[in-house]
């Protein structure tokens, strides 16, 4: 989520109005010349993305259909998403939707929630572990993504190209994107990312963009997937507005959490 508009979400109580603050997606915008628009998310780029590349990412709904955050399979049973998308519905009106690329169709799988955990410790992104891992009722069509192991520290080398994929809002204030679209972005280096955000920790974050801005997940790509090729390495967490010039977005470092991720995923008897 942005940083700015966390201090109003906090001060939220409907499920509404908090899936309204929340939602907005992956944008490659450009730091717009435009004064009026120069503190907003301006999308201009990202491209259409398809499922066939990456079966894993879906998408969270409430109770109406309405779209709120991303998530990411993680086992025939389980998503992985970001703790203050779990926390922003509440779970018997939460909704998965798998196997859907456009929002307007009716393909796919909607699967309820039966039980919802939440990274231990989280009280909110910019803190660190927002993370959360939602089990379904039924069992997904579409295959999970990988979990990063203790061998794929390389993976988060500075200048590592990450694709971030996500449904939201694309036009600058305007509707949210019907179609799932993806942002190729590097991977920023722990030194750097703490010098744009005073708040960054690279035992729980990491932090993925351009120093020129222009491209970036935003509001609504939330708890959606970083991947490289089929690993999942980053969850989309927050940042300062979005594709903004040093201000990277900010992911939850998926590393430090494949352990608890991988325990949550199992497949249960009951649930
Ligand atoms: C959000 O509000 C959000 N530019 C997600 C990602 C970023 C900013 C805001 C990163 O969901």
């Not at 379904?136 to 993976?155: C, H, T």
């Not at 470092?253 to 494949?258: C, F, G, N």
Request: net charge neutral; proline share 4%; aromatic share 6%.
């Amino acid at each position: 989520m942005s940083v700015k508009s966390r201090r109003s979400l906090l001060f939220v109580s409907g499920a509404l109005l908090a899936v309204a603050a929340v939602a907005v997606p992956v944008v490659a915008g450009t730091a717009a010349a435009d004064p009026a628009s120069a503190n907003q998310p301006r999308i201009v780029g990202g491209e259409k993305a398809s499922l066939s590349d990456h079966p894993y990412a879906v998408y969270l709904t409430d109770a109406g259909g309405n779209q709120f955050c991303g998530a990411v399979i993680v086992s025939s049973t389980a998503v992985a998403t970001a703790a203050h998308c779990a926390k922003a519905v509440a779970k018997q009106d939460i909704r998965v939707v798998a196997g859907r690329e456009d929002k307007r169709t009716t393909d796919g799988q909607v699967l309820s929630v039966s039980k919802v955990w939440v990274g231990q410790g989280y009280s909110d992104p910019t803190k660190g572990t927002d993370i959360a891992v939602l089990t379904v009722r039924g069992q997904f069509d579409q295959r999970p993504a990988k979990l990063p192991d203790s061998g794929d520290a390389g993976l988060y080398a500075k200048g590592t190209q990450a694709t971030v994929l996500g449904w939201g809002r694309i036009a600058d204030g305007g509707a949210r994107s019907d179609y799932l679209r993806s942002a190729e972005v590097p991977l920023v280096s722990d030194t750097e990312c703490k010098t744009d955000y005073s708040v960054y920790d690279q035992r729980t974050m990491v932090c993925a963009g351009y120093a020129e801005g222009g491209v970036d997940a935003c509001q609504g790509d939330s708890g959606g997937p970083l991947v490289v090729g089929d690993t999942l390495i980053g969850i989309v967490s927050f940042g300062d507005g979005c594709a903004k010039a040093n201000k990277p977005g900010v992911y939850t470092r998926v590393s430090t959490y494949s352990d608890d991720i991988k325990a949550q995923a199992k497949p249960r008897l009951l649930g």
